[in-house]
């Protein structure tokens, strides 16, 4: 079995998959290519177009991370070669992490008392109880799951969305378009862990954040491809002016954007109500994935069937 490595960290990726597998032949794409042409399986986080095309009897790929958005769009992507994707694998950790801070963010007024703090204001904000500060979640895949349960085990009432019905302990689950606005006409947080797909593409538009209650805040760590960023900032209001006044949202902690690095041109830069990070809110921890990139390398070796993405879906 011959594996092929494409990812920042490749080399240490190699070193722990060929402890694992001592029989596989592991390199990596910055290997010559003598050595790694003829690869059985890529194990790889956004591969280059030209590492397919030199890899024409690939019969598995393992993306090193839980969106395939990258890999789908990828033109020279190899037709019907089964893709298997990271599930939680220690990433959702991580995610509950920043979906907590980025609540706590509205909910402990942290962004008012920064404000405050540079007109040098000493205010006590009225503290609205978590009972009283319902959260949306957009996605109940392996990672919204366990930030949906994490936030309701913290006291707050959760909303769940899915495209397809789901069922999920203490979170009132709703699906679909109409179950979509449903949940938007009473959530004060929205966070937002939808794959980038044909369906989700835009999917918090103009007329959902209307659909949102007045001073509620956005949160995505998912995707920048959810969000029609014109009616984003439509929403937040204008940039010259520091506090929300009547702004359909009272501000946004984002992630993730469709073109990153975030030009330097966007205006999400300079409003001063959003919160912007370098997609880094769960970056795949090496350690906790690696169990399940063995698992998965070691039943394609035996001739066993992964469960595999469904590409027409998109994740
Ligand atoms: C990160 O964005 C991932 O998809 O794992």
Redesign the pocket.
Known sequence: MQILIHSTDAEQWRAAIADALPTASVVTSEASLELRQDADYLVA?QPPGWLFEEQPHLKGIL????????LLANPSLPPGVPIV??RDAG?ADPMIDYVRYAVLHFQRDFDRYARQQAHLQWQEQPLVPKADWAIGVLGLGAIGARVAQALAADGFPVHGWSLRPKNLDGITCHHGEAGLKALLGQVTSLVTLL?DTPATRGIIDAEALAALPRGASLINP??GSLIEETALLEALGPADREDEGDARLRGAVLD?FPVEPLPADSPLWQHPRVLITP?M????PRDAALAQVIATLRAWQAGESVPSIDPAAGY
């Open positions: 986080w993306n090193l991370g839980a969106g395939v958005d990258a994707k990271l990433m794959p998912g995707r993730a997609h809110a769960a970056p795949t």
